[in-house]
């Protein structure tokens, strides 16, 4: 089978590419022909274009090869073949990160800029900035104003959009050039327009009364390019969304205006903006709505398309705008272009109602097959959002997503099918037996090993709880004797679950476990071997902490933990507490909006979390390097006003027995530069401040840091604490255009900030018990406490929502969504306490007559941990 | 390729061009020089100072001169010695007014004569003290001794004392590395 799939691949790629067996030491000896005179204009275009080809397949070159290479290409400046110059100009453009000393050839391309071959002139900018960095850029400032302001469009556009990439560089620099960009602005020519306003735009980008000048000096100006007026469109918009208070008038007007343009493209610009506004009334919306409707008319597929997709994005959003549209929609259904009824489909699938779902769906099923996976994802995601809103329709839905799953397609789709099905699990117990079994169907034949492993790990977590768990272990089986090494492995792992949940099925279990014993795999002989030997045991609370709910460390953390485990030199066994716990993140809540063909992937590689990052911060630092392992970051949270002289926001960092506050500080006065900045700390709750780590300077604009590190009270039970906070500094007055202070004498001075609280919340770190029961017995009831608590709460959410604040636990078993209509619910909670303890709380709570009451049940291995977590209520 | 060129090489025997390397410190004249070459219309108005190199095919007296024109500033000398292997001669410019820097004039001469790709490899090298209408400006005596041309064995090796800007002295240098690359070929 594999065989024949790759013998297949050769047919189609082999033969038809000449550069297909490059080989890089030949290619590289070819460039010796570029020094050879007379130079052979067209072989060394050859050679050029299979460098270019190199690269461009990921080839490396290490910088000697490169220079080496880049150098003969030089001397081909002599030649005046016009393709071999271009292919010349699109090789340094490449090469310029690669080889060293590319300003070799700054002069030669001066000299072609400012010649008067107008075809060199534009390539040759653009090569010229790439080689050019920051020092150099001084050299070529002349030529560069200059080309802006040249009267051929090719030269000047390609000085814009060099100048906008050197901005990247060094800004201030180019910034000096706003007389020539502007007058470029009015150009005749509609590119250079463009692109000078788009630079313009970049150079003023950071001075909002500027943009807002800009904005409405163009506005009245009528600008010739409708491109240029998209882009004001933009600005104009961009500006609107980042004014927190009040809004400008004249800039929304100029959107709206735009209305009314002759250009389509401006139109729907206009109205794509407003629409998308959240200042954005309804009686606004209506008329751009409307031109959004008119557009789905159009003979133009482009402005259909653009149209739909817009009311396909607003449609959560603004429901009832987008109805207004629905017979337009509706006409759009049967549209030549497939995408555009996609979109038109959809649209009306998260629009409408209940009854016409399933009209819809038999429509998009007609032509599912006629369009590409990035559309068929985005029926996915429609099919998802229709599942939230009318859960009764889920067996539609189900049906529909278990067929699309059967057909074929690639792995981004079914992975959207897959995680659709699990979200519809998870949200609609009724769903979950069907879903199930559409799942196992799918890994009976799946290519894609992830999918697979992330549906056997669903089936060990879910499976065990249904109604007839054994079903499922015939399908788990099956992958162990069928499936590749990593797919066995996470079979394996699905199976122990079961023996773990079930002591009727245990038994079997065990048979099926040891016959994996002998796997001629590693890792599912080990896993075997493991569960295996825990399961014999028959002991709950092991199967518990090792099977049912592992480990929750993350990765990165655990990695670095064990590496530093290794380079020392010590008896002692490695101990796992000392690995920070994963910060639980949000989990994926479906989006209003269609998510259309993205250009970026995610990867799926585990990345550093937010955590993983300062704690790497923080042990370079050499007074916190002692601290041990961090605990906890806490979000960070405003110690100031907005838009204050001064910004400072407090993360608090928990260690076992300290805790650091990182004080991120931001000077926002151009005129002064502040020194030796600390954040002075006074508490009267018992903690021991340690040592301050002042931030050396703090110029205008640009972040610093400063820390305070603190001792936590010896006595356990003391933990949450307020403390006074002061903003200590030396300022010295300076020049706001240079930054260079006045004189060398500063002044002392001190602000005032918010008070910082510690609450029970930043000792405890969340963590997600995928199976609580289990982890519940696990602990036991040694150190539990119980105690009754009657909350002014006005509803179930209310309190939910506070409890979990305040705590700092992570609700399990989705228990934080109450079910609706009823007055009793228990919410469950799990995490660790500061020092590594397992916190587990059960809340009963029943609402009647305006509060709610409350039963709260606390269990911990440690035994002061359950007082320290029942004060976060009292 | 133009019609003549083109017969040219189905003749089978295109002229070769001689690559010739063109050093020295920065601000002694060199790009001046080679400006001075050029025909009225491919001459240019102003000179600055080169950045890395510029490439200038002139034809003097029917020989292909493709001259590789350096930059003389310090942190760009390094880079000519990625054009010595495939040069033909060399022209050493240095400017006779800058005393202050004829020791430094000296060094990178001897640089290049004892360069691995360079010592063995019999190329002339042409001298030009320039500048020789400044006041104060070194003669050709001066200049030979100052870089110590008698050091420079088993090479064909000429001093020229030139005017940049007038052209004066040129010619006469000129005419020298063409016959001795007509020798060459
Ligand atoms: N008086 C006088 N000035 C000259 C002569 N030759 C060149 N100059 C001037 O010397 C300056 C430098 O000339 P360039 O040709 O740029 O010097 P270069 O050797 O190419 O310098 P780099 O490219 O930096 O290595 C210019 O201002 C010329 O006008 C000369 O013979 N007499
Ligand atoms: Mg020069």
């Known amino acids: 089978m594999l065989g024949k799939k790759d013998s297949k691949k050769d047919d189609e790629s082999g033969g038809s590419n000449p550069f297909k067996n490059l080989e890089k030491a030949s290619v590289l000896q070819e460039t010796r022909t570029f020094n050879e005179t007379p130079i052979n204009a067209k072989k060394c275009c050859l050679i050029l274009t299979k460098i270019l080809y190199m690269i461009n397949q990921g080839e490396h070159l290490a910088p000697t090869e490169a220079t080496q290479a880049f150098f003969a290409m030089t001397k081909l400046f002599q030649c005046k073949d016009v393709m071999l110059r271009r292919m010349l100009y699109l090789c340094i453009k490449e090469m310029a990160n690669i080889a060293n000393d590319v300003i070799i050839v700054t002069s030669s391309l001066t000299k072609d800029m400012t010649g008067k071959e107008d075809i060199y002139r534009g390539p040759a900018i653009r090569a010229l900035c790439r080689i050019t960095d920051n020092t150099m850029l001084q050299s070529i400032e002349r030529y560069m104003k200059q080309a802006i302001v040249d009267k051929s469009r090719s030269v000047s556009s390609a000085a814009l959009v060099s100048s906008l990439h050197l901005m990247k560089q060094g800004p201030e620099v180019v910034k000096r050039w706003v007389n020539e960009v502007s007058e470029a602005v009015n150009s005749d020519n509609v590119m250079v327009q463009y692109h000078a306003l788009g630079l313009l735009y970049q150079i003023k980008k950071n001075d909002k009364l500027a943009i807002t000048k800009l904005v409405s000096k163009f506005s009245k100006s009528s600008l010739r390019s409708p491109y240029a007026y998209c882009f004001l469109i933009r600005v104009a918009a961009h500006q609107l969304e980042e004014e927190k208070d009040g809004f400008d008038k004249t800039l929304f007007d100029f959107i709206e205006s735009c209305l009314r343009h002759k250009s389509d493209m401006v139109i729907y610009e206009a109205a794509s903006a407003i629409v998308s506004l959240k200042c954005t009334t309804s009686k606004e919306l209506v008329s751009a709505v409307g031109v959004l409707q008119l557009l789905c008319s159009s003979p133009k597929p482009s402005l259909r398309y653009a149209a739909v997709k817009t009311l396909n994005k607003i449609s959560i959003t603004h429901p009832a705008a987008v109805t207004a549209c629905n017979i337009d929609l509706e006409n759009l259904i049967t549209d030549q272009n497939r995408s555009i009824a996609t979109l038109a489909i959809t649209t009306l699938l998260k629009t409408g109602n209940e009854s016409g779902v399933d009209r819809l769906m038999k429509q998009i099923a007609s032509f599912m097959s006629e369009i590409s996976d990035e559309f068929k994802i985005v029926v996915v995601d429609a099919i998802q959002s229709l599942c939230l809103k009318f859960p009764r329709k889920h067996n539609v839905m189900m049906s529909f997503l278990a067929s699309m799953l059967r057909e074929d397609g690639g792995f981004e789709y079914k992975k959207a099918i897959v995680n659709t099905i699990i979200a519809i699990i998870e949200e609609n117990p009724e769903a979950k037996e069907s879903g199930l079994s559409h799942l196992c169907e799918f890994i009976e034949d799946c290519d894609f090993l992830p999918l697979a492993t992330r549906v056997l790990h669903l089936l060990g977590r879910e499976g065990p709880r249904t109604t007839t768990p054994a079903k499922y272990i015939r399908y788990i089986y099956n992958r162990v004797i069928l499936e590749s090494a990593e797919v066995r492995a996470a079979a394996v792992s699905a199976l122990a679950k079961f023996g773990a949940s079930s002591d009727d099925l245990l038994p079997s279990i065990l048979v099926l476990l040891n016959r994996s014993k002998l796997d001629e795999d590693d890792e599912v002989r080990d896993r075997a071997t493991f569960f295996y030997d825990i399961l014999s045991q028959n002991d709950k609370a092991l199967s518990s902490a090792y099977i049912l709910n592992t480990l929750n460390v993350s990765p990165v953390s655990l990695e670095r933990a064990l590496l530093q485990y290794n380079q020392s030199v010590t008896e002692k066994p490695f101990d796992i507490k000392v690995v920070p716990t994963i910060e639980v993140t949000e989990s994926h809540k479906p989006s209003a909006e269609t998510s259309l063909p993205k250009t970026v992937k995610p990867t799926d590689k585990p990345a550093a979390s937010r955590q993983d990052l300062y704690s790497e911060q923080l042990s370079a630092i050499p007074e916190f390097a002692h601290l041990g392992p961090l605990f906890k970051s806490s979000a960070p949270v405003d110690l100031t006003e907005p838009e204050t002289e001064y910004s400072v926001k407090c993360v608090k960092h928990t260690f076992t027995n300290y805790i650091v506050f990182q004080f991120d500080c931001l000077n926002t006065l151009n005129d002064q530069l502040l020194e030796k900045v600390v954040v002075k700390m006074d508490t009267a709750d018992g903690y021991e401040i340690i040592s301050y780590k002042t931030c050396p300077k703090l110029p205008y604009n640009t972040p610093g840091v400063a820390y305070t590190l603190v001792k936590i009270p010896e006595d356990p039970s003391q933990v949450v604490a307020t403390f006074g906070c002061n903003l200590k500094f030396v300022v010295k007055d300076c020049d706001p255009n240079t930054g260079e202070p006045d004189n060398e004498e500063g002044y002392q001075d001190e602000y005032g900030l918010e008070n910082v609280e510690v609450t029970v919340s930043d000792h405890v770190q969340k963590v997600l018990k995928p199976n609580f029961g289990a982890s519940w017995e696990e602990v036991g009831a040694e150190n539990e406490l119980e105690d009754t608590y009657a909350l002014s709460m006005p509803s179930l959410e209310e309190a939910i929502k506070n409890i979990i604040q305040f705590m700092g636990l992570q609700p399990c078993e989705r228990t934080e969504r109450p079910p609706e209509g009823k007055n009793t619910h228990v919410l469950l909670m799990a995490g660790i306490y500061r020092g590594g303890h397992d916190v587990l709380v059960r809340a009963k709570l029943a609402y009647n007559d305006g509060g709610v009451a409350m039963q709260l049940t606390i269990r911990s291995s440690d035994s002061i941990v359950p007082q320290v977590i029942a004060q976060a209520v009292g | ?185």
């Open chain 2, 1 to 185: 390729m133009g019609l003549l060129e083109k017969i040219e090489s189905l003749l089978g025997g295109r002229k070769k061009d001689f690559n010739i390397l063109v050093i020295g410190l920065d601000n002694s004249g060199k790009s001046t020089i080679l400006n001075n070459l050029k025909t009225k219309d491919t001459k240019v108005a102003t000179i600055n100072p080169t950045v890395g190199f510029n490439q200038e095919k002139i034809n003097f007296q029917s020989v292909n001169f493709n001259f590789f024109d350096m930059s003389g500033q310090s942190r760009y000398r390094s880079l000519w010695e990625h054009y010595y292997k495939e040069s033909n001669a060399i022209i050493f410019v240095i400017d006779s007014s800058d005393r202050m820097r004829f020791v430094v004039s000296n060094e990178e001469l001897a640089d290049v004569v004892n360069h691995a790709e360079i010592k063995n490899k019999d190329i002339p090298l042409l001298i030009l003290a320039n500048k020789k209408d400044v006041k104060g400006a070194a003669s050709e005596n001066e200049i030979k001794n100052e870089l110590e041309i008698n050091r420079i064995k088993g090479r064909n090796c000429k001093v020229y004392s030139t005017n940049g800007l007038s052209g004066e002295g040129i010619n006469e240098a000129l005419e020298w590395l063409a016959s001795e690359m007509k020798n060459l070929a």
